[in-house]
């Protein structure tokens, strides 16, 4: 295995922290991080109880950490409200008519709300929830786009205790309702449409197939976003606006446990069925409000822009919840970063003085191909630093942000983490870790990770490994939703008591970490995680596949590409017509964004004996490749070489990329 994600590139680059940002910085030198590690991580107790006194709470906790393996709980005996530590706490003071949330549409219509007048939304939206029966504990889906409306759906959620799961715009309806089933939600908020390259997604019409045959939803609140015409089922269906003329603006927010849930957000893993995502309240917000303060070292002054859709995990934590926590003012987008042209971010960073853009690798990857044109007509002379997340950066990616994003003054900060996780984990800290183009740095606060071989025995320097984490952090996953022996098993049981991120690694002579990526069978295509046994299941739904094998390949734009080889039924010929099909088929069981790059149909897949599907040689013979290494176990030699004959172009190689829900 170590061969396998031994990564072979030694980058020499380093980037000193200038002394300029290090002045400022809440961690100064390399020396105040390492003490400060030391201590999170001999007295985790004490670190996390003196960062969670920043918070406002109802009742103070009784114990930092009570740990019985795989399960934490964190603050034990403490009540706080999250919306309250989002809103009211900056009410009192200059933060009061301060910028909150200042939001872009895609056709560019711009909005602007104060803490003042985001408290009051929230606590109105808060009101028709509870007039809709909507109680604490309960479960709220959220599918709309990211637009202030998401915020406020969130922060009212979490206002009156109820448990929400934002489900990403570009998910069809049978993802939307596949989650329905398992959350168990009783609710579901939506809008119209919403705007992605100037065409309208028609977000209700899914949710209405979604819903059709019945599910446990019971009310559908909508916001009028897109003013398409939609279908509004009498009983079930309410207009979010009309809704708040029969509330007030008071609603107090009602402490709950720190131990309460907070969210659920479905991501892939390596079975077909995606796994519901549980955190709570306290733990996770800790988690996003220290990483939001030291990694981003944000200000008062600061305007962050977490480029991430709201629907994926980083646009809960660093669009919503990290900068509202630290009462910063976020900044949303609703739409392509390519619409109406290239160079719609910089515009935008020129037109608001962004002074941070939090982003992700396979949206860098294609502005480099866009082109610096587009770069150079805006002045981004306002940016201080920048940010990446969500799959490895090449350092050629990450020196072109630096110098041409950057002007080669702002540092880069290359963010590791996962829905899992909650918050950053392993990152630099700007003003105080010296960076190397590609690599993700040091562990943050309180985060005790390794890379380690199969028996689990740390491995040396420059040698790859798996990654796991050896302690709970307070941002932490409590559990699958539903499934405690699911997550037991797929988290803490290959190394008893320890993290198993899925993720391959390595330490160089500093300790510095290089991410590898995925070594599970989980792909990243342009920052988005697909389980390939979801997309397998998907195709084998379709009733002309008998059999289906879905791996990724390399891929210059999107990190990784989908290539799904196919076996048909008896008597169905292979045709362009239904390659087009089974592309349309994927589209409708999960999402656009899940559409295999190439379909390949195959006589039949290479087995073992027991009749495993070797996605290993399928791999190689994905990304062109001979096939090497060992074939023994192999039950039909004459599967490969015909697999191998294959034309590479037969398949659809799509290289637009839609960089979803960046
Ligand atoms: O493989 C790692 C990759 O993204 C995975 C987590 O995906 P998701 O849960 O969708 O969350 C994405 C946003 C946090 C990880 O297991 N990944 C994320 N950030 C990095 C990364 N790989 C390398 N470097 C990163 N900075």
């Known amino acids: 295995m170590e061969k396998n994600i031994e990564s072979h590139l030694i980058e020499k680059r380093v980037f000193r922290p200038s002394r300029e940002f290090g002045k400022n910085a809440r961690i100064k030198s390399l020396a105040q991080y390492r003490k400060m590690y030391r201590e999170s991580i001999r007295s985790p107790d004490r670190f996390w109880a003196r960062e969670a006194k920043e918070l406002i709470w109802h009742r103070s906790w009784k114990k930092v950490l009570d740990w019985k393996a795989p399960f934490a709980k964190w603050f034990v005996g403490g009540q706080l409200n999250l919306s309250e530590n989002c809103l009211d706490r900056h009410l009192a003071g200059p933060r009061r008519n301060k910028a909150a949330i200042i939001w872009e549409g895609e056709p560019g219509e711009k909005r602007t709300l104060t803490y003042q007048q985001l408290h009051r939304e929230v606590c109105r939206f808060a ?12 479960r709220v889906i959220i599918y709309l786009p990211t637009t202030p409306e998401a915020a406020i759906a969130m922060l009212a959620c979490a206002r009156i205790g109820a448990v929400h799961s ?8 049978d993802s939307i309702r596949d989650r329905i089933a398992d959350s168990g939600a009783t609710a579901l908020i939506t809008a119209d449409g919403s705007y992605r390259r100037g065409t309208i997604v028609p977000l209700k019409n899914n949710v209405d197939h979604a819903l059709s045959g019945g599910t446990s939803v019971e009310r559908v609140i909508v916001f009028r976003r897109a003013g398409n015409e939609i279908h509004m089922e009498e009983g079930r269906d309410l207009w979010w606006h009309r809704e708040l003329q029969y509330v007030d ?44 303060k030291y990694v981003f070292d944000i200000r008062d002054e600061d305007l962050f822009w977490c480029t991430a859709d709201v629907g994926w995990v980083t646009g809960h934590s660093y669009v919503v919840y990290g900068p509202l926590s630290l009462g910063a003012t976020t900044l949303m987008y609703e739409g392509a970063p390519n619409w109406p042209e290239p160079d719609r971010f910089w515009r935008i960073i020129e037109d608001y003085r962004v002074t941070i853009l939090y982003t992700a690798p396979t949206a860098i990857r294609a502005f480099v191909r866009w082109g610096d044109n587009w770069v150079k007509k805006h002045d981004l002379s306002s940016l201080r630093l920048l940010g990446s997340v969500g799959e490895p950066i090449n350092p050629e990616a990450w020196m072109w942000y630096h110098k041409t994003i950057g002007g080669g003054r702002c540092p880069v900060v290359d963010t590791w983490w996962q829905t899992e996780t909650g918050s950053i984990l392993i990152t630099p800290l700007p003003g105080a870790i010296p960076t190397k183009p590609g690599s993700a740095t040091l562990p943050f606060f309180g985060v005790d990770a390794a890379v380690v071989d199969e028996s689990g025995e740390e491995v040396g320097a420059n040698v790859g490994g798996k990654l796991i984490i050896r302690k709970p952090w307070p941002s932490m996953l409590r559990t699958i939703y539903g499934d405690r022996e699911r997550y037991r098993k797929q988290y803490w049981s290959e190394f008893k008591g320890r993290y198993l991120t899925g993720d391959g690694a390595r330490r160089d002579a500093d300790g510095y970490f290089w991410i590898v990526g995925r070594i599970d069978d989980v792909l990243n295509v342009a ?44 008597s169905v010929a292979p045709s362009t017509g239904l390659k087009a099909e089974l592309l349309d088929h994927v589209s409708e069981h999960i999402g656009a964004i899940a559409k295999p790059d190439e379909v390949r149909f195959a006589e039949a897949l290479p087995k073992t004996r027991s009749g495993k599907i070797m996605r290993r040689l399928l791999k190689e013979i994905a990304s062109g490749k001979t096939v090497t290494g060992d074939t023994t176990t192999l039950e039909d030699f004459s599967v490969l070489a015909k697999l191998s004959e294959e034309e590479v172009s037969s398949g659809t190689r799509e290289r637009k990329i839609s960089l979803s829900g960046l």
Do not use: W
Request: aromatic letters at 6%.
């Open 249 to 292: 603006a008071n609603c107090e927010p009602v402490p709950v446990d720190s131990e309460h849930p907070l969210f659920i957000l479905y991501t892939s893993g390596s079975t077909g069925k995606p796994k519901g995502i549980l955190h709570t309240t306290a733990g996770y917000l800790l988690g996003i409000y220290a990483t939001t």
């Open 127 to 138: 009101n028709v929830l509870k007039r809709n029966k909507i109680r604490k504990g309960d």
């Open 527 to 570: 920052g988005h995680r697909l389980g390939t046994s979801e997309i397998e299941s998907a195709l084998v739904a379709h009733a002309h596949v008998a059999e289906a094998a879905v791996v990724g390949r390399p891929d210059e734009m999107k990190g990784q590409a989908v290539v799904a080889f196919v076996t048909l039924k008896g």
């Open 166 to 173: 934002v489900v990403f715009g570009g998910f069809s309806a």
